[in-house]
């Protein structure tokens, strides 16, 4: 891999940005790590239908965010908080442009404009000094967060990137892209570092292990790869009978660099082993295609997923067993794992944010306020959740009490 200043290192270390953890107030008070979890017989085989309440009369529905920003004249596609300043949020959208905003404010701190098409991915670097956006366009455009300013435009790509991701510890940019190719990136010097070719179809997902030795992607060719970074070489390759048999959405690999979990437009999940190169099963009980996982940070043998059917179901990597199912009212579009904590949060078409205990399924708070659905959100350490959403508007919400 490479480090800041451009150079491939052999044992570099990487961080799992999910170690960096803070604490959330739940109704004012922790939640205890230490309750007793649901007796597994009273979890096997039966599915939680709690679902987020909804107001019968959509137009009265309470609008529970504590700050917004309306800049945006499209859908709003993609949100990152800057995780070294916090206060500074990026979003992109369908008018073709991203913003830097104030989280306390809600006010614009710079316009970032250049894209020529929809800004569907955006992400701020490791420091916190730069920010990436990349475009249907085609384009991977490197921007300055202190001043705005348009820094390089990383080329590559033919075709849509759908997705960006950036070294843990440099500014080096992964990206996935609908012409079947990865690329990487030398940010500081706007050099294509490594190439990963051998999809047949769009790379609709991917990342870095989080040990930094490995690229894993996920494509509509109905396969996941594993990549060797410092030389774009394929170790491996699942596809095949016994693994996915359509289009693969999602992927997300836990926390000790040995399982990939990919969910697809079959219905089902898998979950491999990326250093044997060995399918171990697959989740089946979606009757809709998967379109999110996340592994869990505080129960390390807990994966989940979600579906276009609207439910969330959480598993036992150990026994590839369903442990809880939970629910909103349409499709799910994201999920993401509380840091520390035994939270799950999950975004959705039906306009709202859910936050559950992943350890049975109980609603712990549901975010309304959107008037569309919500396509992306982020969370960050001190319990605030920002979305971006179809109704052209990004929200904050905030699991803590007003302070008075």
Request: one cysteine or more; aromatic letters at 8%; a negative charge.
């Given at each position: 891999?490479?480090?800041?200043?451009?150079?491939?290192?052999?044992?570099?270390?990487?961080?799992?940005?999910?170690?960096?953890?803070?604490?959330?107030?739940?109704?004012?008070?922790?939640?205890?790590?230490?309750d007793e979890m649901m007796d597994e017989q009273d979890l096997e085989g039966?599915?939680?239908?709690?679902?987020?309440?909804?107001?019968?009369?959509?137009?009265?529905?309470?609008?529970?965010?504590?700050?917004?920003f309306f800049e945006h004249t499209d859908s709003v596609y993609c949100i990152s908080i800057n995780k070294a300043f916090p206060d500074i949020i990026a979003t992109g959208g369908g008018d073709d442009v991203a913003y830097l905003w104030d989280l306390n404010s809600g006010e614009k701190v710079h316009q970032l404009k250049g894209h020529s098409d929809s800004i569907s991915s955006i992400e701020f670097n490791y420091d916190g000094k730069l920010v990436a956006t990349g475009g249907m366009d085609g384009i991977v455009k490197v921007w300055d967060v202190q001043t705005g300013n348009l820094l390089i435009n990383l080329e590559g790509p033919t075709e849509s990137v759908e997705w960006i991701q950036w070294h843990s510890k440099g500014n080096v940019l992964l990206a996935g892209s609908a012409?079947?190719?990865?690329?990487?990136?030398?940010?500081?010097?706007?050099?294509?570092?490594?190439t990963f070719a051998g999809?047949?179809?769009?790379v609709t997902c991917g990342m870095f292990t989080p040990d930094g030795k490995k690229i894993i992607t996920g494509s509509e060719d109905c396969s996941v790869k594993v990549w060797n970074p410092k030389d774009s070489s394929n170790i491996m390759s699942f596809s095949g009978h016994g693994f996915h048999e359509n289009i693969i959405t999602c992927l997300d690999v836990k926390k000790d660099s040995t399982l990939v979990l990919s969910g697809g437009d079959d219905h089902y999940a898998v979950l491999s082993n990326i250093n044997t190169g060995k399918v171990i099963g697959k989740l089946h009980g979606h009757t809709d295609s998967i379109v999110a996982v996340s592994m869990s940070n505080h129960n390390h043998s807990f994966c989940h997923t979600g579906s276009l059917d609207g439910s969330i179901r959480v598993w036992d990597m150990n026994t590839l067993q369903q442990r809880s199912t939970f629910k909103h009212k349409s499709s799910i579009t994201k999920l993401k794992s509380h840091p520390e904590q035994p939270l799950l949060f999950s975004s959705s078409v039906d306009k709202s944010i859910g936050v559950w205990d992943e350890r049975n399924g109980q609603l712990i708070k549901q975010f309304t306020g959107h008037q569309d659905a919500i396509l992306d959100f982020d969370i960050t350490l001190d319990g605030k959740v920002v979305t971006a959403s179809d109704d052209k508007v990004s929200l904050v919400f905030s699991l803590n009490p007003p302070q008075n």
């Amino acid at each position: 891999m490479e480090d800041p200043n451009g150079n491939l290192e052999e044992d570099a270390e990487y961080y799992d940005p999910n170690d960096e953890a803070g604490e959330y107030a739940i109704e004012g008070g922790q939640l205890d790590q230490d309750d007793e979890m649901m007796d597994e017989q009273d979890l096997e085989g039966e599915e939680n239908d709690q679902e987020p309440q909804e107001e019968e009369e959509e137009e009265d529905l309470v609008d529970e965010s504590v700050q917004g920003f309306f800049e945006h004249t499209d859908s709003v596609y993609c949100i990152s908080i800057n995780k070294a300043f916090p206060d500074i949020i990026a979003t992109g959208g369908g008018d073709d442009v991203a913003y830097l905003w104030d989280l306390n404010s809600g006010e614009k701190v710079h316009q970032l404009k250049g894209h020529s098409d929809s800004i569907s991915s955006i992400e701020f670097n490791y420091d916190g000094k730069l920010v990436a956006t990349g475009g249907m366009d085609g384009i991977v455009k490197v921007w300055d967060v202190q001043t705005g300013n348009l820094l390089i435009n990383l080329e590559g790509p033919t075709e849509s990137v759908e997705w960006i991701q950036w070294h843990s510890k440099g500014n080096v940019l992964l990206a996935g892209s609908a012409d079947c190719l990865g690329f990487m990136w030398s940010t500081l010097k706007g050099d294509v570092v490594g190439t990963f070719a051998g999809h047949s179809g769009a790379v609709t997902c991917g990342m870095f292990t989080p040990d930094g030795k490995k690229i894993i992607t996920g494509s509509e060719d109905c396969s996941v790869k594993v990549w060797n970074p410092k030389d774009s070489s394929n170790i491996m390759s699942f596809s095949g009978h016994g693994f996915h048999e359509n289009i693969i959405t999602c992927l997300d690999v836990k926390k000790d660099s040995t399982l990939v979990l990919s969910g697809g437009d079959d219905h089902y999940a898998v979950l491999s082993n990326i250093n044997t190169g060995k399918v171990i099963g697959k989740l089946h009980g979606h009757t809709d295609s998967i379109v999110a996982v996340s592994m869990s940070n505080h129960n390390h043998s807990f994966c989940h997923t979600g579906s276009l059917d609207g439910s969330i179901r959480v598993w036992d990597m150990n026994t590839l067993q369903q442990r809880s199912t939970f629910k909103h009212k349409s499709s799910i579009t994201k999920l993401k794992s509380h840091p520390e904590q035994p939270l799950l949060f999950s975004s959705s078409v039906d306009k709202s944010i859910g936050v559950w205990d992943e350890r049975n399924g109980q609603l712990i708070k549901q975010f309304t306020g959107h008037q569309d659905a919500i396509l992306d959100f982020d969370i960050t350490l001190d319990g605030k959740v920002v979305t971006a959403s179809d109704d052209k508007v990004s929200l904050v919400f905030s699991l803590n009490p007003p302070q008075n």
